[in-house]
């Protein structure tokens, strides 16, 4: 069974210089248990197919293409239902730089939480002195 299918998948982001084509007719399909890896130089949309499959595209937009998942439109779906039961549930992504950024799979707060119960003391051999504080 297909699990994942990219069909005709075009991303365009605009900026003050126009717009840059990030993602041009990008296809590809993934049965059950099957992995793919996708090189490229920097810039070539690595980050971005990323991005659309998990509906995080900022400061551009899907101008074409379709995302089957398991059978449903992933770009079809609202944004509530595709939370509730796709993004980080069925379907994940690992930011680049992701050990020194924060984690968008816990909310800030328990971020914090865990750094101020686990970290504060001591860290990379400097001494926390100050506890977090956040409202
Ligand atoms: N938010 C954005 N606004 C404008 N242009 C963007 C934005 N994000 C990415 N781009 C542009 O889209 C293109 C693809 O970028 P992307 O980050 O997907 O590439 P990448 O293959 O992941 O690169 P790298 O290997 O450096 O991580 C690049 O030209 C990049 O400058
Ligand atoms: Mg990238």
Known sequence: MVEIDVS??????TTANGHIHALEDIQFRLEE???IGIAGESACGKSTLG????RMV???NII???????GQSLLD???PKF?????????SMVFQGAMNSLDPVF????????????????????TIKTKFCYS
Not at 64 to 70: A, E, R, V
Not at 110 to 121: A, D, H, L, R
């Open 107 to 126: 909310t800030v707060e328990e971020q914090f939480e865990w750094w101020n119960e686990t970290k504060s003391g001591y860290c990379n051999g400097f």
């Open 51 to 54: 991005l659309s499959i998990i």
């Open 77 to 79: 779906m609202t944004n």
């Open 64 to 70: 074409s293409g379709k995302i089957m998942f398991n």
């Open 33 to 35: 248990n099957e992995s």
């Open 8 to 13: 005709d998948l075009s991303v365009q982001y």
């Open 58 to 60: 900022q400061g551009g």
């Open 83 to 91: 939370d509730e039961s796709i993004r980080w549930k069925k379907i």
